[in-house]
Every structure is written in C-alpha cells, then in structure tokens.
C-alpha cells in the first residue's frame, strides 16, 4: 500500500478509535477493579543474563527504520544504535528522532523527538506533521524494505506505524512496551502484532503474553545511562555538609510544577520548623520552566537551594525526597534514596479517574516492580501537607527507613543494573533474522 493509502487507512482507524472511545473508557472503568485484583496474582519474569559480547551475529544488518517521538525515547534508541552499530559496522539508520539521533548518523526525516509533543491537543495542532510521518514511512517501507523496524516508546503514533509495517510484511521490534496494563487494555490487538514486544518492568511480559503478544523482558533502560546522567548536567550546586538534605523533585512538565511544587514547598515549611537541621533543594533540568520555578519559591518562606541544569548529579546527597511520579522515582531509588511519592491532580475528572479507572493498585514505578506498597503515594487533589511532611520524615532516620532500604536491595537488578540495550539489540538481531537466537 503507498504512502497516501497507508495516511487514509491509519486517519480512518484513528477516527474510528476516537468514536469508540467513550464506551472503551467506561468498559474499562467497569472492569478496573477486577483487573487490579488480577494484577497482584501475576507472576514476574527473571532478568536474563547479559549477551554474551563475543558471540558473532548470524546475517550482518543492513538498515533500520526507527521511530521515537520524546527525549527520553531518543535516549534510549541512541544506546540502542550503539549496542547494535558494534556489532553490525555500517549499518545504516532512518526514521523519526531528533538532534541527537541526527548527530549519531542517523537521516531523520522529522525531529519529533525534539517537539516533544505529548497528548491529544498537541497532536491535533500538529496533525499535518503526522499524516506526513506516516506516508513517508510507508512509501519508504514499500521502495526499500529495511531488515527491520524499532519503535521506541511513543505509542500514540508507533502502533499505527506497526500495522502498516506488520502489512509491510516487514519485521517489527517494539522496544519499551506500552503500559496498557494500567489504562488502555484493548490496544492489545495492535501490539500483540510486533514480531518482538520488549518489555522493560518484570510483570510486563506475562501480562503481554497472557494475551497472546511475544513479549520478552529485557530490564529497564534506566540502569543503562545511570553512570552518564550526571556527566552530562550542570555542576551541582554546593550542600552544606552538616545539613540533611531533602530533594524536592516537583516532575519534569510545567502542569507537574504547578501542581506539586505549592503543596511541596509548604510541607517543606512544617519540617524546616521541626528540623532546623534540614536544608532543602530542588535540582530541575528544564530551563524554560525555572521562570515559574523561582516564582513559586520566591512566594514561599522556606529557603530552596536551587539547582538548575543537573537531576541525577545532586541525588547522592540526599537523604530522603519528594518524588513526582515517573522514571524519577526509580532514579531516586538507584541512589538508595527513600522516595515519597506526589502527584497533584487540580481535574476533578483526573482524580475521580485515577481512583476508579486505573487497572493497576498502584501508581509508582517501584511499587508495580516490587508488587507491594514500598513508596507511600499521595495522588489526587487537595494533598496534605503535614502527612507529607510527616512520610518524608519517617524516612530520614529509623526503622521506616531501614526497613525501607532493605526491601529494595534485591529490587535494584530490575532497574538501576545495566544490559537493557544489549539485551534489546539481540532482539533486533533475531527478529531481523541476523541474530543466534
């Protein structure tokens, strides 16, 4: 099928998904209970052992396509090229990335990575983009088939581009699965079509495989740039060293800033009042946010060292930390960290669809990996203060902290050890018919 047939078939199947919706999201909403109850029987993959470095590919690689749509995806696909570029000399890249993809030789036919566009109303202004990311992807499949297709992340736009490879007669890898798990079940019968589904949380690939995906674990990514993260950043800024240091780590977006950061700063003041032995800081990668970051501070008595520019550099210095939900939970956690995790939500319907519609019992990361509650989660509107004050207290110092601290110990393989890209590049190679298993 060209390109423009590909563009109408997958506009049509969109629309037809959005029609569908409404009665999806309340079947969904109806079954949320029974399907956090299955969640807690499932079972976890073991990690496998990382490949063997000197066994040879079978056929050498030729050319991909990749596709990835946000930074952290392009993180992950640039350590995803290098694992297999070591292996396979030459092999040539094209796709959807950004400037760093581009940087590495790979011919980028739009930056998406670089847009960062999340969400419904960002893809609908931007839906021009799209309809033309997909004809170029299929006109390329249909004049020069690659020996595979990589789609990282991004679910949104990839599973549309993994039907019209999958018509394509093209091999598939689709590295980071999607968590439907958690909100979107009946998107299955898309990624259930990926010749090989990588899964990267240890409950994932028997809840894939349940229905009928080929799924593999191949842990997380995080564990692969732990060790570049902090070279990358800024200096961190100088902590006092007779001072127990608190992170306040409001999430990476402008809506989790505004959210989080107000109710954080004031359960900052209640423990700077009983602990003046405390010191507060608040590391922030995004430039363009730091204007509303020192706002909100300047309107708040509690003294914040900031420290924009550099994330992972200030953890180690921490104590404890309030958590935004997502990958830096788990980042904090590699650093023995203990997290408390906040997640404001101002939407009546967002906190009405978090207690209700979610099929998971938990929204953390590092609660899902270790299937129980090691991370307190304060999620919803109207957060309390003082109890997250009082959390993050009980984690400084006594038994909530060493109990803590010893549960996660033998978690730590399942993130924050590294092999995830070279595990995924044999995936590739095998799905792609140039790898030994």
């Known amino acids: 099928m060209n390109g423009i047939g590909s563009v109408a078939r997958e506009l049509a199947a969109a629309a037809a998904g959005l029609v569908l919706a409404p009665a999806r999201h309340a079947a969904a909403l109806v079954g949320a209970g029974r399907r956090r109850r299955a969640f807690l029987a499932l079972g976890r993959d073991e990690l496998p052992p990382p490949p063997d470095p000197a066994a040879p590919p079978g056929r050498r ?10 930074l952290s995806g392009e993180s992950h696909a640039l350590r995803l090229l ?8 030459g092999l040539e890249t094209a796709g959807f990335g950004g400037r760093r993809l581009a940087a590495a030789g790979m011919e980028v036919w739009e930056p998406l990575a670089d847009l960062n566009v999340m969400g419904f109303r960002d893809v609908a202004a931007r839906l021009p983009l799209f309809l033309r990311a997909v004809g170029r992807f299929a006109a390329d499949l249909a004049a020069e088939p690659p020996d595979a297709v990589v789609l990282i992340d991004y679910p949104g736009l990839n599973r549309h581009l993994l039907r019209i490879a999958g018509r394509a007669g093209v091999p598939v890898v689709d590295y980071i699965a999607p968590q439907l798990w958690a909100w979107a079940p009946w998107r299955i019968r898309d990624f259930r079509r990926a010749d090989r589904l990588l899964t990267i949380l240890p ?3 028997p809840w894939y495989r349940a229905r009928g995906a080929r ?6 990514p995080l564990g692969d740039g732990l060790a570049e993260a902090a070279a990358a950043e800024a200096p961190p800024p100088e902590l006092d060293p007779t001072r127990t240091w608190v992170g306040i780590l409001p999430g990476s977006r402008r809506r ?8 954080l700063l004031t359960a900052a003041g209640r423990l700077a009042r009983r602990r003046p032995d405390l010191g507060f800081v608040l590391p922030h990668l995004r430039a363009e946010l730091w204007p509303r970051i020192d706002a909100l501070l300047a309107a708040s008595p509690v003294e914040v060292v900031r420290a924009p520019g550099c994330f992972h ?3 180690p210095a921490l104590r404890a930390a309030w958590v935004a939900s997502g990958t830096a939970l788990l980042e904090v956690a590699a650093h023995r960290v203990p997290p408390v995790l906040v997640y404001g939500l101002s939407s009546r319907l967002a906190a009405f669809l978090h207690r209700r519609a979610l099929s998971v019992p938990w929204v953390g990361s590092l609660n899902l990996i270790a299937g129980r509650p090691l991370v307190p989660e304060h999620v919803g509107r109207s957060l309390d203060p003082a109890t997250l004050a009082a959390d993050l207290e009980a984690r400084l110092e006594g038994p909530v902290r060493e109990r803590f601290l010893a549960d996660l110990e033998p978690l ?4 924050a050890a590294g092999g995830a890209a070279a595990r995924a590049a044999r995936e590739v190679e095998a799905a792609a018919g140039g790898g030994n298993g």
């Open 203 to 205: 409950f994932e690939g």
């Open 82 to 89: 290098a694992a297999l570029r070591r292996r396979h000399p």
């Open 256 to 263: 989790e800033v505004a959210e989080n950061l107000p109710v």
């Open 313 to 315: 550099a200030v953890l």
């Open 412 to 415: 730590l393989p399942r993130f």
């Open 61 to 70: 690689l030729r050319r991909l396509v990749l596709s990835c749509g946000d």
């Open 215 to 220: 799924a593999t674990y191949v842990g997380h």
